[in-house]
């Protein structure tokens, strides 16, 4: 499991909120905020976050609707802890993957977050490599192989590669990739992401000739993409 995880809190209270995400940062990761349902859906539709954790009661969409759209329209399987009041307790939402009742510790959120992520992110030695057609990329090594050949990528363009592998064809902010590979070093030049990022293009091969496309997306980031060979 990575140690840094980029987690979604939807919480209808401001206070709530502040102690989930206090608690969550304190761990080491990032947290992001957010007391309406739809503004949630609207950013999962573009940025991607390695855990949710859902209130049931929130103005737009529920945390139960929430939880509806993402088994419907997001591909990979995203962990959800819902945290419900106590007189919910009884209405578990079998889609979701851990329950807390309110009021929670930070001992407990910790905890279960923890459980969580491990499940969602433990991979087995001999299953240790992430495969995109004729890309392989082993983590834990810092390797990646092209149509069989070694390439040698630095630890921020392999971090990087893998990032836009994991999320194909979905565009990526360059707040969300400081995040992630910066781990938060948002006064870095805004040169550096763009050098890395051709960097990849031409040692990965990343072009239209080899049915690959990562094309910046102006005043937003970057999007990779799967294309016929040759296509424009």
């Given at each position: 499991?990575r140690?840094?995880?980029?987690?979604?809190?939807?919480?209808?209270?401001?206070?709530?909120?502040d102690?989930?995400?206090?608690?969550?940062?304190?761990?080491?990761?990032?947290?992001?905020?957010?007391?309406?349902?739809?503004?949630?859906?609207?950013?999962l539709?573009?940025?991607?976050?390695?855990?949710?954790?859902?209130?049931?009661?929130?103005?737009?969409?529920?945390?139960?609707?929430?939880?509806?759209?993402?088994?419907?329209?997001?591909?990979?399987r995203?962990?959800?802890?819902?945290m419900?009041?106590?007189?919910?307790?009884?209405?578990?939402?079998?889609?979701?993957?851990?329950?807390l009742?309110?009021?929670?510790?930070?001992?407990?959120?910790?905890?279960?977050?923890?459980?969580?992520?491990?499940?969602?992110?433990?991979?087995?030695?001999?299953?240790?490599?992430?495969v995109?057609?004729?890309?392989?990329?082993?983590?834990?090594?810092?390797?990646?192989?092209?149509?069989?050949?070694?390439?040698?990528?630095?630890?921020?363009e392999?971090?990087?590669?893998l990032?836009?592998?994991?999320?194909?064809s979905?565009?990526?902010?360059?707040?969300?990739?400081?995040?992630?590979?910066w781990k938060?070093?948002?006064?870095?030049?805004?040169?550096?992401?763009?050098?890395?990022?051709?960097?990849?293009?031409?040692?990965?091969?990343?072009?239209?000739?080899?049915?690959?496309?990562?094309?910046?997306?102006?005043?937003?980031g970057y999007?990779?993409e799967?294309?016929?060979?040759?296509?424009?």
């Amino acid at each position: 499991m990575r140690g840094f995880m980029r987690i979604a809190v939807l919480e209808e209270t401001q206070a709530q909120a502040d102690f989930v995400c206090r608690t969550l940062s304190a761990a080491g990761h990032t947290c992001h905020a957010f007391d309406d349902g739809r503004a949630l859906v609207g950013q999962l539709r573009s940025q991607p976050f390695d855990l949710l954790v859902l209130d049931r009661h929130t103005p737009g969409l529920s945390g139960d609707e929430v939880l509806h759209w993402i088994r419907q329209n997001l591909t990979e399987r995203l962990p959800v802890l819902f945290m419900t009041r106590a007189n919910d307790a009884a209405h578990r939402d079998i889609d979701a993957d851990d329950h807390l009742v309110k009021p929670v510790s930070a001992a407990a959120l910790l905890a279960r977050v923890g459980m969580l992520l491990r499940g969602a992110f433990h991979r087995e030695p001999m299953a240790g490599k992430e495969v995109f057609g004729e890309y392989e990329f082993e983590p834990g090594a810092k390797r990646v192989h092209v149509r069989g050949n070694a390439v040698t990528l630095t630890h921020k363009e392999f971090e990087l590669a893998l990032l836009l592998f994991k999320h194909l064809s979905r565009p990526l902010s360059r707040s969300h990739i400081l995040d992630a590979i910066w781990k938060q070093a948002a006064a870095i030049p805004s040169r550096t992401m763009d050098t890395h990022v051709s960097m990849l293009r031409s040692k990965l091969g990343l072009r239209p000739e080899n049915g690959y496309r990562l094309m910046p997306i102006y005043g937003y980031g970057y999007r990779l993409e799967r294309i016929e060979k040759g296509e424009a």
